[in-house]
């Protein structure tokens, strides 16, 4: 039994967190009506279009991306670049195998980024630097585009509201216990907490969401933003180049990319706890950005559900709150009953977060063999 003086505070705790829960959840409702949707039938794209592809050792992989590319219909004009980044596993052969000779394909040779680059942004920017197409469309090697994806895409940037920098989510593939209980966390954290409507029209730095895996760019909105350059070593280049684009008067925001665009990121369970350690230590900007934010997500996502174990019906409701948002998001990602497990999803979160510090402060970070 609990100290008597301590039930008070622990309810207190337990109610507030379910508040806040229910009140993440009812913004989700917004933000997914809200959300810009891509047209199922987009008209075709008449300027040129470049498709860039920054490649490090994806041969395992790569070959459906390139295939989806060759596959995009409405772009009357469209380039496709691929920069070979140092690979050692004969990546550039698997491209060329896949273009079968098809003359849009090109496969650039890249440099090793310079001291104080990261190996992502350094071969963004060479792809940008030899694209002749006004909108820059990358897509990573692990992501297989439906064949309308670009075309309608650009439709979103073009159209009647239009943006200098857009993202459309993709559809996150997950395999194994981490990856079910970790992947889904992506599109459920931003449509939880940013007010997309509202993030498009700020320009402050912390109202920028952004996703690499499929980002459409105007190549001169990146110009005055300063190139990839400008965000040459941050771990997280894809936020980072909002940010910049955001800086110099530019519009930044997300669309639903789901029925355009499949990712599968890491195939176990170790690669994903690799590729989450990373970056993730970035993504709260200090460490006492992280520990409130894994203090917040403890109190709102974790307390209710452990209070609901023990008999409490206000700890129910917000854990109710909780796996109705994830299944909210269920279209960019995880089952729905992978949802009942959403407090464990945050705790296996938060150990990554931990690891990642942990990796951060004792200098052992890296990444597809090079130190971060």
Known sequence: MPDARLIKPL??????GSALACAGTAH???NVRLLRRPPADPPPVTATVSLLVPARDEAHRIAPTIASLLAQRGLDDAEILVLDDGSTDGTADVVRAAAGGDPRVRILTGSAPPDGALGKPHACAQLAAAARGRTLVYVDADVVLAPHAV???????????????LCPWPRQVADGVLG?????LLAWSWSTTLPVRLAERSARPSMAAANGQFLLVDAGA????????SVSGAVLDDIGLARAVRAVGGRTGLADGSAL???R???TGRELSAGYRKSLWAAFGSPAGAVAVATALTVVYVVPAAAAVTGSRVGLLGYGAAVAGRVLTRRWGGRPWDALAHPLSVVALLGLLASSWVGRVRGTLRWKGRTL
């Not at 075309?151 to 509201?161: N, Q």
């Not at 079910?180 to 889904?184: A, S, Y």
């Not at 990146?222 to 190139?227: D, F, I, N």
């Open 11 to 16: 309810r207190a705790l337990v109610a507030t």
């Open 28 to 30: 989700q409702l917004v």
């Open 151 to 165: 075309a309608a895409a650009v439709a979103v940037l073009r159209g009647p509201r239009p943006l200098d920098l």
């Open 180 to 184: 079910r209980l970790v992947q889904p």
């Open 222 to 229: 990146l110009g005055r933003a300063g190139g990839w350059h």
């Open 261 to 263: 665009a499949t990712c």
């Open 265 to 267: 990121m890491y195939a």
